[in-house]
């Protein structure tokens, strides 16, 4: 205690070592790089779709539709045809791009407006706090889909098959309005814990402004219990999002996304063609799984009870 | 004694009948099981009302029509009128018709069915203050615009922007009166040699009095005249049992009652159909093509032609429309069989006239070569109206139940191959779409569809293109058409009206204001336990169903 | 204690005031925005004469001129329908005029039949493998536990559900028809669709497949608060004090590891709303979740406004109920 600043470095230094430790562990973990190989496969088929597939998803012969795939991964159709009579192979890949994209935007806006309204309210309690816990109750009160349903039955507008910010933006903002609160609440009770400890306490006598203790000094602290959680999220809007569509509000056919190809291949599946829910369906269980297990090792790698 | 050895037989002869259903198998015992004796179990929708004008929907309507007992009947092949309470209408001029009731009839509680009862439902629907949905059948009718008075000028609103409607206190339709217990005379305000065959829809149904005095009792437990009866409440959600009415006097229906199980949006009854707890159900397209190659199952079906028919719709109010042979190129791009490949096949079949052939005076092919695949047509007759404007992307706007999206995204497929032009489709909410379709705000071909409300072609041509180009949603007119429509109206005799109708149809089919694509098509299932199975061509629900005056259990 | 609920209580009320406000308010910008539900009474292809609607929306309270304004937050219908619901009349719906309340009384037993199942399944299941888990600590047995919940819960609920009956239903009904019959319990269990005739038997494989939602949660909060406590100072003091195994077990493990679970259940509980929407409209089960889904789509103000505010209603409650076991079961929070 006989240097004021030092305090703030450990603590600092303990963030750093934190987080280093986590990676550590969870780099010698096999359901990590399994999980890691996996989203590295999406990811890629998002961001580079024509390595995956040369055909175009909207030539679409209706008298091809449904082809079953009998010479799988070769030929003119290496998973057949969809039930449009579009090459599947193509519609999956190009599919993936909205999916990602969407549960990626969804994730950064909710994690930002999260960990903004949960470290003020926290840091300054009061009438703030007061206000955004209120917001916060509201909103709890209506589950995710539900509130989702609501939002985009009632502004539906005419549905566009144009760019990709206006095929997946009303579902995106839909989920970003109802899925902010687990965020926030985490990073409140994490700055109401840090703002008592020592070494804020200490940045404050030395005359730190608030936003320099918020964003150097609790910030971090918070971010830890968010990150946590995050990948499981991720999963979770990818799951809503397939929900969405199924139901007929999320992205609108004939754009596609996991969830438009679910909700296609569920009709047909029943009639004998399982191969158009059954792609989809692994690539989605896949996905949303190594988004679980990945978050799952994140949370104990993150928690220092457990460790 | 011999009264003994009859009970004796009888009870052998029904152990044989049950040792029988044991042999069988077990298919026979998942019949037998749930209905019990003689009741047939059907599927439903969500009924709106089960007392006649409140429905206006299939669903309403297919329950209601097996417990009331109309003017007259549909015939199930012909779709003719035959008089069923009636024993005569007629008239001299089409204008004043003179309907003569069979003597003796009475509803399910006693009371008479006379021409009072026609005329206390028919001044039901026709006040506007109750706003039934199947008030405007009775507009043809002297005295409907004192029942139904118009907005008052605009000065005069307390709102702006709310119309305020006067109060009216005429509640009957001066065009009503009965000289005798027996007679019902109406008077049209206009001559209409159809208005007979109009008589057998819901609208026209006779009401109790008793019904009228507790309207919420009788929704739950309406009061017919018609061969079934509910004795317990129906439910909208759980359905309900009509039975038999033993003191109908018509002839009396094979079965002892019917059995109403509800499927609620989006749930169909084809699982239950395959597990025997369901006797006529229409598979959903993708269980077609496998029930269609189940040998066992394909031996009860029933297929045959439908009278909804879908239309793609060219807005003639935009200029890029404006050329016919575009529309035609657009028309003969579209592969029907393809598209049908792709929404699953026996669902519907590809239509090439705008009156479908199961309706009286249609099905005479006028669309010909437009109305079928052909690439290079199609592209010529593109060139020939100067090609599609560059860069543009052809829109088609659709109310967003699933089917449709399905359906006009196969269309916009086959065009968009064919003609070698980007396409997207325009979803809308359904009241949404009516408002914008009808203010002429689409600036593309849109969705346009038929359902009849009775057995002639006038039902398809004049109220779907007729009014002239600010009245109806293509913005179509064409005098020759119009002139052609009131000809026909003021003909002599049925045949004459058809005749002049389809005429009519010829002088759309130049102009081509839409495309025609499908009509659709019955095709039900029906158990092992059932028989006689008639699907209505007018009657009929869509999802499964069958007329249970004819139907029989084995 | 007595302050803490009532705190908790006046905020509550508070939240759900609001929550009823911000349903009024989108209502009433949809219909600004979308037009007319009146329309949607007319149902077919024609579009009603304009006195027709006129009456309609009389009928139903949607004749007041700020549904023409967008933006304008409607306070007067607001007020009126606040009277309304105090005075107990939840109005009536526009296709076919039917009585909320009398709806009410249909949906709701079978969404709590729904729960029930749901419920039981999640707490048996996670309560077993859990326990399971936190005794084979850091064994093959805790990996595939911890993998196989994480699995299961990354199947999205409704395509179990959707799988099930577009493949299985049909082929079990059969055959469990052809051993035991058709009344049979075995004879309805497995059928494809919900049945009115049989409200319980039929809502069973529903509710267990609902039941599945959030199992890897839970099944980790059983693992972590058992391990937890097997290793507590209260239960060494207890063995020390000479206490019997079986009391220290029921009594202090099981007792206080029912804390985090009871906050699982109480959290799960609104995933299971979001679950109930898909689950009741796959099996055809007329309950909330699916009533609220089809009024929201025909526009039925009224039905969707009444529906999630019971929903909210409920998920308060159930939070606060939570809040308030919290404090009975765990022996160092007290609230004054």
């Known amino acids: ?223 830890i219990p968010v990150t946590a959680v995050v990948p499981t999220t991720i999963g979770a809007i990818i799951v809503t999002e397939s929900a969405l569509a199924v139901l007929g509000l999320g992205v609108q056919a004939p754009a596609t996304s996991w969830g438009v190809l679910l909700s296609k291949g569920t009709e047909w599946a029943g009639g004998g063609y399982v191969y158009l829910f059954g792609i989809p369906l692994s690539l989605l269980i896949l996905t949303v799984f190594a988004f679980a297990a990945f978050g799952d090792a994140l949370r104990d790698a993150l928690d220092p009870k457990l460790r | ?354 009156v479908p052939a199961s309706i009286n005076g249609g099905g005479q092919g006028f669309c010909g070569e437009y109305c079928t695949y052909d690439p290079d047509l199609a592209n010529d007759l593109l060139e020939e109206a100067g090609g599609w404007p560059e860069g543009e992307k052809l829109r088609i706007w659709v109310n967003d139940s699933a089917d449709n999206l399905d359906v006009f995204r196969a269309i916009g497929d086959s065009i968009a191959e064919t003609l070698s032009i980007e396409y997207e489709i325009v979803p809308m909410e359904w009241t949404d779409f009516l408002a914008e379709r009808e203010a002429h705000n689409l600036d593309g071909p849109f969705r346009s569809g038929w359902g009849p409300d009775y057995n002639l072609n006038e039902n398809y041509l004049e109220p779907v293109y007729g009014g002239g180009a600010a009245t109806n949603d293509q913005g179509y007119e064409n005098a020759d058409y119009d002139a052609k429509i009131a000809e026909a109206a003021g003909a002599a005799s049925i045949e004459e009206a058809v005749q002049l109708y389809a005429e009519a149809e010829e002088i759309l089919a130049g102009d081509m204001p839409s495309a025609p694509i499908f009509v659709e098509q019955v095709s039900y299932f029906y158990s092992e336990r059932v028989d006689n199975v008639v699907v209505h061509p007018i009657y009929s629900g869509p999802g499964g169903d069958a007329e249970l005056r004819d139907i029989v259990i084995k | 204690m007595g302050r803490y609920v009532i705190r908790r209580l006046l905020q509550a009320l508070l939240t759900l005031g609001i929550v009823l406000f911000i349903l009024h308010y989108l209502m009433a910008l949809s219909v600004q925005i979308r037009g007319n539900p009146a329309i949607l009474f007319f149902g077919g292809e024609r579009t009603p004469d304009p006195a027709m609607l006129a009456q309609v929306e009389r009928l139903y309270g949607l004749d007041n001129g700020c549904y023409d304004r967008p933006g304008d937050p409607c306070l007067v219908p607001f007020v009126e329908r606040l009277q309304n619901y105090a005075a107990g009349d939840f109005g009536t719906t526009l296709n076919g005029n039917r009585d909320v309340a009398a709806l009410l009384g249909i949906y709701i037993p079978n969404t709590l039949r729904l729960f029930l199942f749901s419920t039981v399944t999640l707490v048996v299941l996670a309560m077993v493998l859990g326990t399971w888990a936190a005794r084979h600590r850091g064994r093959l047995v805790d990996h595939s536990v911890r993998g196989t919940t994480i699995l299961i819960d990354s199947v999205p609920v409704f395509l179990i559900l959707l799988a099930y009956v577009y493949m299985m239903a049909v082929p079990l009904t059969r055959w469990a028809r052809g051993i035991w019959g058709t009344e049979s319990f075995m004879g309805q269990v497995f059928r494809p669709s919900y049945n009115p005739d049989y409200p319980w038997t039929t809502i069973v494989i529903p509710g267990i497949i609902l039941g599945t939602v959030g199992l890897a949660t839970l099944t980790r909060l059983v693992r972590a608060s058992q391990l937890e406590n097997i290793g507590a100072d209260f239960v060494r003091t207890a063995k020390a004090k000479g206490l019997g195994q079986m009391r220290i077990t029921v009594v202090h493990v099981v007792r206080n590891s029912m804390i985090p679970i009871v906050t699982g259940i109480g959290y799960l509980f609104a995933f299971m709303l979001s679950g109930a929407v898909l689950t009741e409209g796959v099996m055809g089960i007329p309950g909330m979740g699916y009533m609220i889904f089809n009024a929201v789509q025909r526009q039925e103000i009224n039905l969707v406004i009444v529906g999630l505010t019971i929903s909210a209603i409920v998920v308060v409650v159930v939070s606060l109920v939570v809040d308030l076991l919290y404090a009975a079961l765990d022996p160092r929070i007290r609230y004054e």
């Open chain 1, 1 to 223: 205690m006989s240097e004021l600043t030092v305090p703030t470095g450990q603590a600092e230094a303990a963030q750093t070592s934190l987080w280093k430790d986590a990676f550590r562990t969870m780099r010698r973990r096999p359901d990590v790089i399994l999980a890691t190989l996996i989203l590295l496969f999406v990811f890629a088929m998002a961001a580079f779709p024509t390595l995956f597939t040369d055909k175009d998803p909207t030539r679409c012969i209706g008298r091809e539709a449904r082809q079953r795939p009998d010479t799988w991964f070769t030929g003119e159709h290496p998973l057949g045809t969809d039930a449009f009579g579009c090459d599947f192979a193509a519609t999956i890949v190009h599919g993936t791009r909205p999916t990602i994209v969407l549960a990626l935007t969804v994730i950064v806006a909710t994690v930002v407006a999260g960990l903004l309204l949960g470290v003020l309210a926290g840091y300054f309690g009061g009438w703030l706090d007061a206000l955004i816990s209120r917001v916060l109750d509201v909103f709890i009160v209506i589950p995710m889909l539900l509130g989702a349903i609501l939002l985009l039955s009632l502004f539906r507008g005419r549905g566009s098959s144009g760019n990709l910010i206006e095929t997946i933006g009303p579902a995106a903002l839909a989920l970003m309005i109802f899925s902010w609160m687990e965020f926030c609440r985490y990073a409140r009770a994490a700055t109401i814990e840090a703002k008592n400890l020592d070494y804020v306490q200490a940045a404050r006598c030395l005359g730190a402004k608030d936003s320099r203790i918020m964003f150097r000094h609790i910030l971090p602290s918070a971010i």
């Open chain 2, 1 to 354: 004694m011999r009264r003994t050895k009859m009970a004796v037989a009888a009870v052998a002869a029904t152990g044989l009948a049950v040792s029988l259903a044991a042999c069988t198998g077990d298919e026979s015992d998942l019949d037998g099981g749930e209905g019990g004796g003689g009741i047939v179990q059907m599927q439903v929708g969500e009924v709106r009302s089960l007392i006649p004008g409140g429905s206006g929907e299939s669903e309403g309507f297919r329950i209601m029509h097996n417990l009331y007992d109309g003017l007259v009947y549909y015939d199930a092949v012909t779709g003719d009128p035959d008089y069923l309470v009636a024993e005569d209408i007629s008239s001299d001029d089409n204008q004043t018709w003179t309907i003569k009731i069979k003597d003796g009839l009475t509803f399910q509680n006693g009371e008479p069915v006379d021409a009072e009862a026609f005329i206390r439902s028919w001044n039901r629907t026709a006040y506007g203050a109750n706003a039934l949905p199947l008030n405007y059948f009775f507009s043809t009718i002297a005295g409907y615009e004192d029942l139904n008075p118009p907005p008052l000028p605009e000065e005069e609103w307390d709102d702006p922007d709310t119309p305020k409607i006067p109060e009216s206190d005429v509640k009957e339709l001066s065009g009503l009166s009965a000289p005798d217990p027996l007679t019902l005379q109406v008077e049209l305000s206009a001559p209409f040699i159809g208005f007979p065959t109009m008589l057998g829809y819901e609208a026209f149904y006779p009401v109790a009095e008793e019904c009228l005095a507790d309207t919420a009792a009788c929704e739950l437990v309406p009061i017919g005249n018609g061969p079934f009866k509910f004795e317990e409440p129906y439910d909208l959600e759980a359905g309900g049992t009509a039975l038999k009415w033993e003191d109908y006097p018509g002839e009396q229906p094979s079965i002892d009652g019917v059995r109403w199980h509800v499927y609620l949006d989006g749930a169909n009854c084809w699982a239950d159909y395959l597990t025997g707890d369901i006797d006529v159900c229409r598979p959903p397209a993708s269980d077609y093509e496998s029930a269609v190659n189940d040998p066992d199952l394909a031996e009860r079906r029933i297929v045959q032609d439908g009278t909804s028919t879908l239309v793609l719709a060219f807005p003639l109010y935009d200029d890029t429309y404006a050329d016919v042979n575009l529309r035609r190129a657009i028309s003969a791009a579209i592969d029907r069989e393809g598209v049908l490949n792709v929404i699953g096949p026996d669902r519907f079949n590809p239509l090439d006239s705008w």
